[in-house]
């Protein structure tokens, strides 16, 4: 997604501030529903309490089940696309509070963390009505020591930027089903199978080859967070594996667990 001065979003009235710079929304939103390109003056940590969400950023494109959150920096521009209704639950963090933290590089750019269910816990608590001011400062302090400590790529597909590479990642992703030949790919986009090739590994740190299985258990883990009545068998099916086995295989080298361990937890 190529997203171009995108505009600046204020924060939605409707919310908790801490009044020290750390501001808590709550919104639901319904399947089929997509926040166009937008920034934030903010930092913001989304997390969908329930339903699966999918944030695109200049860098890529960040799938977001229930056990993951992604922290997006301030100005940075980004959409959200609603793949499961969800309830979501945000915090803004003003640039002049992360100033004075002590913090880690890292929350200058964009990530996807797995939630743990003591993260869980705590963003949930965080929009209790009934906390008291010492309690909620305790709460953010908790989320960002756990912040530190839980980035993950696993549910995470580079997006390349050069105009042929670009092209061909988008065909892969319009059906990553498909059993894809970079001979074919490349004369597809005007370019050799060579160049085409190391364009994939410039720009996306990974082969053709892990590129596209990446888009394709990305695509499995959307259909396992999105429909709670398909079966392993079913998605590796749908998904052109010729077994679960090769399946559960191709999953956990991307993800460190099983399909079915992953279908249970989410």
Known sequence: MSIADPPIRALYEQRRMTGDGVHMVARSYEKGVRLDPHMHREAQL???????????????????PPDRAVWVPA???????????????????????????ERSDSLDNEFVVRVSPLLHQAILALFDKSSSDERIELLIRLVMLELHRAEDSATFIPLPQEARCRRAA?????????????????????????????????????????????????????????????????????LGYASVPAFSH?????????????????
């Open 170 to 238: 988008d065909i892969v992703l319009a059906d990553p089903t498909r059993d894809y030949e970079i001979e074919t790919l490349a004369r597809t986009v005007g370019t050799s199978a060579r160049t085409l090739s190391r364009l994939f590994s410039a720009e996306t740190q990974l082969s053709f080859k892990s590129w596209c299985q990446r888009a394709r258990i990305a695509a499995a883990i959307e259909r396992l967070s999105t429909d709670a009545n398909v079966s392993v068998k079913q998605v590796a099916s749908d």
């Open 75 to 101: 100005l940075l521009g980004h959409a959200i696309d609603v793949l499961a209704d969800i309830e979501m639950r945000t915090l803004y963090f003003e640039p002049a509070w992360l100033a004075r933290e």
């Open 250 to 266: 191709a999953f956990r080298q991307v993800t460190g667990k099983t399909p079915t361990a992953f279908a249970e937890k989410t």
């Open 46 to 64: 989304v997390y969908a309490a329930k339903g699966t969400m999918q944030v695109t950023t200049p860098k890529g494109r960040w799938l977001v």
